[in-house]
């Protein structure tokens, strides 16, 4: 069965519930860190102030002035949040939830939320939020989540004051309000969140808790677009296909569908696949459309999957050759969209090695004080053996840092090209 998808078909698959990352700390560094005086951070850090400790791990966290690495913001962050400054706490649940230079531990994650959100700290309050909305690390519980993401829009955070608004508009944790919805996304529109923006189009385009209104829908999709929002591109795309609002236009769809899915929007590249296949605007590609339907599948896109099984099914009948290669593919706006697949996937790979490279080192930490501060023979043999099992554990640690500094080479070649490559318009 062929399937012709739209992101924004239900409520909830209108916009990812949470960014790609848990919102994550951008406190302003310490006085001494205005001017970039990155020696002297370091010496106040190094000092155990607590704060400078957060803004030299938030540096290499976001890579400010400094490498990106994650490993430096995970030793600078630790003993930070280990003070109690709340800001260091929410980076570290972040690096727990997604991994970044440790093992993935959600419930980690949600402990060091729960810490700096009961501190009042509206980020952690989000990402707490965020987690009962998911599941993740704590009981599923859309009523907490929404409390929780009440209290840090109270603080008008943005991306909080969205999800609440998206509460009301699926009814998770409280009754469905799509008045209470608007009034949210506006809130959160106003404070430049682009997801809201987008909602705001997609209630209008409906009609909910509103006449149907297709100009203003399209009003609030281009002002998201214009931030940057894929979703809202994918958005005006899908209605140049098919007519929503306006008249077809295969042209302006796939214009819209290139950029975002040169943002890696999973959907945008599924309906290239379906345009390529199906010759709208274009003439029918068997090669593109595969290679576009493999993108969107490879990041898990439901739709993408269906369609990509489906027409490898059809090739396989055809004995075409587009399916032996998609070499031939080759214009701009797919060179692009592949890159940015390379660059979360090399990204991914470089967060486990160094993940597997703290845990080794851990390891190695664990044996070297195996019995250390006790006497005797028994306890000499038990340092000496524990001795010899770190050293291997050394070892593996360095052998993943260097696969990781490696692969941070090819990431930033690739992310050179992407900053100078052509326009996502239309081959």
């Known amino acids: 069965m062929r399937v012709l998808t739209r992101a924004t078909l239900a409520a909830f698959f209108v916009f990812a519930v949470v960014s790609t990352t848990r919102a994550q700390a951008r406190e302003p560094a310490p006085a001494a860190s205005q001017g970039n005086d990155l020696s002297l951070l370091r010496e106040q850090a190094a000092a155990g102030d607590a704060q400078a400790q957060f803004a030299l791990g938030n540096r290499y966290f976001l890579g400010v002035g400094v490498a990106q690495d994650y490993t430096q913001a995970l030793i600078w962050t630790r003993p930070s949040a280990d003070k109690g400054f709340s800001p260091a706490q929410n980076q570290l649940g972040v690096m727990y939830e997604h991994g970044f230079a440790v093992v993935r531990d959600y419930k980690r994650a949600a402990n060091y939320y729960r810490l700096a959100a009961k501190q009042g700290y509206a980020l952690a309050e989000s990402n707490l939020a965020g987690l009962f909305e998911s599941g993740n690390g704590v009981k599923h519980d ?153 993108l969107s599948a490879d990041q898990g896109n439901r ?32 060179a692009k969209a592949q890159r940015w697949a390379n660059i979360r996937d090399l990204r991914s790979r470089i967060n486990t090695l160094e993940a597997d490279a703290n845990q080794q080192d851990s390891l190695a930490d664990q044996l070297e004080h195996t019995g250390k501060g006790n006497g005797g023979g028994v306890t000499k043999v038990i340092n000496a053996l524990g001795s010899v099992g770190a050293v291997k554990f050394r070892i593996e640690a360095q052998k993943y840092r260097a696969e990781a500094a490696h692969l941070r080479e090819e990431l930033a070649g690739i992310e050179n090209q992407n900053q100078f490559s052509a326009d996502d318009s239309a081959p």
Not at 243 to 263: E, I, L, T
Not at 304 to 330: Q, Y
């Open 142 to 294: 859309y009523r907490q989540a929404f409390d929780w993401y009440l209290k840090a829009a109270d603080q008008n955070l943005a991306v909080a004051e969205k999800q609440v608004g998206y509460f009301y508009q699926c009814g998770y944790g409280v009754k469905r309000d799509y008045v209470q919805a608007q009034a949210w996304y506006l809130r959160a529109a106003g404070h430049g969140n682009s997801d809201a923006e987008n909602q705001l189009g997609y209630m209008a385009e409906q009609g909910w808790g509103q006449p149907q209104n297709y100009a203003e829908a399209f009003s609030w999709y281009y002002k998201a677009a214009e931030h940057g929002n894929d979703t809202a591109q994918e958005n005006i795309g899908y209605n140049f296909q098919n007519g929503v609002g306006v008249n077809k236009d295969y042209a302006r769809a796939m214009s819209w569908f290139y950029k975002a899915a040169g943002q890696g929007n999973s959907d945008a590249e599924n309906q290239l696949g379906w345009m390529y296949q199906y010759g709208q605007g274009v003439k029918p590609d068997d090669a593109k459309a595969l290679a576009w339907y493999r």
């Open 303 to 334: 739709h993408g999957i269906i369609n990509l099984d489906s027409f490898t099914d059809e090739l396989k009948e055809r004995g075409s050759g587009a399916l032996e290669s998609t070499s031939t593919v080759t214009d701009a706006a797919f």
